[in-house]
């Protein structure tokens, strides 16, 4: 009787991302896009850095360790990319902390810069 039982399982009659409506499907489409921009722009200085020899990853860490602690917070984080011309928010500036931050102090020291992708 198994054997002749037919399945219960059926085929959607819509893909999965049909629940958004047309230009949420766009945006969603956008913003990979430009996730994967950004992250391929990030790794073409990582490598342009990489090529030049006067480029020092510890002295670059130690301009970003404002008070001279040996770690950099979110809060400098957040004033140096102020510095440059661009506001961010506190979270965007933990979100970028956080892409570092190997041990989930709440901080970032050489030791984790170091072994992520070296520069």
Excluded at 50 to 56: A, G
Excluded at 67 to 77: A, H, L, P, T, W
Excluded at 84 to 107: H, P
Aim: net charge neutral; aromatic share 10%; charged share 30%.
């Amino acid at each position: 009787m198994l054997n002749r039982r037919p399945s219960n399982h059926r085929h959607p009659l819509y893909r999965r991302d049909d629940c958004f409506y047309s230009d949420t499907q766009v945006e969603f489409r956008n913003m990979w896009r430009v996730h994967f921009k950004a992250e391929v722009a990030a790794e073409a200085v990582r490598q342009r850095l990489q090529r030049q020899p006067c480029f020092n990853v510890y002295e670059a860490f130690n301009s970003l360790d404002l008070n001279d602690d040996g770690r950099v917070s979110s809060s400098e984080i957040k004033r140096i990319i102020e510095s440059r011309g661009f506001y961010v928010t506190e979270k965007e500036a933990t979100q970028v902390l956080k892409k570092f931050d190997g041990n989930g102090d709440g901080s970032i020291t050489f030791n984790e810069v170091s072994n992520q992708n070296p520069i």
